[in-house]
């Protein structure tokens, strides 16, 4: 199973400041097929990122992933105030077929 | 755009079987390259990703679940389906349905409470 470890656990920052997350996986991640997703709370995931560094639709490019083999990065260059969310990196191609991260969260300083 | 609706008892009994399904609206469930995939969040918790179908009924499951799962798919009614067997306190959790684009899940229903309680 390819275990993705996220860090910091919490992100502690001000509106307008730059945030950086770290997701890294227990062996590599083939053809780069890692994910981000940013949650709030009472909703679903919603998708940010997908093959490590290609926006979904209607993702503001304030958000940018980075990172290939066994470490990944989502940075988000200014924070708006409806940034402040938890974050989770999920892979695909390993044993379960999907695991995801035990999330990041960004929360106002 | 797709649009996807969970549905399903908010209650379930130990040892009983959870059953929920997913109607997808705005798109058809044989089209395009989609499977159609079932994860779940425990309450204060992260993701778990259950299992996933395609339109012909080819499945993947996540080996590591402990209760026994099985996913089917109803195309004439734009539907799939998720039943988790002998369930426990541990499968109290949101259930989300989801559309699997292969490597990731682009659209989402909202989720719903499952509790496992007698």
């Known amino acids: 199973e390819i275990v993705l470890t996220q860090s910091p656990g919490t992100l502690s920052l001000s509106p307008g400041e730059r945030a950086t997350l770290s997701c890294r996986a227990s062996q590599s991640v083939s053809g780069s097929y890692l994910a981000w997703y940013q949650q709030k709370p009472g909703q679903a995931p919603r998708l940010l990122i997908y093959?490590?560094?290609s926006r979904a639709t209607g993702i503001p490019d304030r958000f940018s992933g980075s990172g290939s083999g066994t470490d990944f990065t989502l940075t988000i260059s200014r924070l708006e105030p409806e940034d402040f969310a938890v974050y989770y990196c999920q892979q695909f191609g390993g044993s379960p077929r999907f695991t995801f991260g035990p999330g990041t969260k960004v929360d106002i300083k | 755009q797709l649009q996807l609706q969970e549905s399903g008892p908010g209650l379930v009994k130990p040892s009983e079987t959870l059953s929920l399904t997913c109607t997808v609206s705005g798109g058809s469930l044989s089209g395009g390259s989609y499977y159609w995939g079932w994860i779940r969040q425990p309450p204060g918790k992260g993701l778990e990703w259950l299992g996933s179908i395609d339109y012909s009924g080819t499945t993947y499951y996540n080996p590591s679940l402990k209760s026994p799962v099985s996913i089917s798919v109803d195309t004439s009614k734009s539907q799939f389906s998720l039943k988790l067997s002998s369930v426990t306190a541990a499968d109290t959790a949101v259930y989300y349905c989801?559309?699997?684009?292969?490597?990731?899940?682009?659209?989402w229903g909202r989720g719903t409470l499952v509790t496992v309680s007698s």
């Open positions: 093959g490590a560094s």
């Open positions: 989801a559309s699997d684009y292969g490597d990731f899940f682009d659209y």
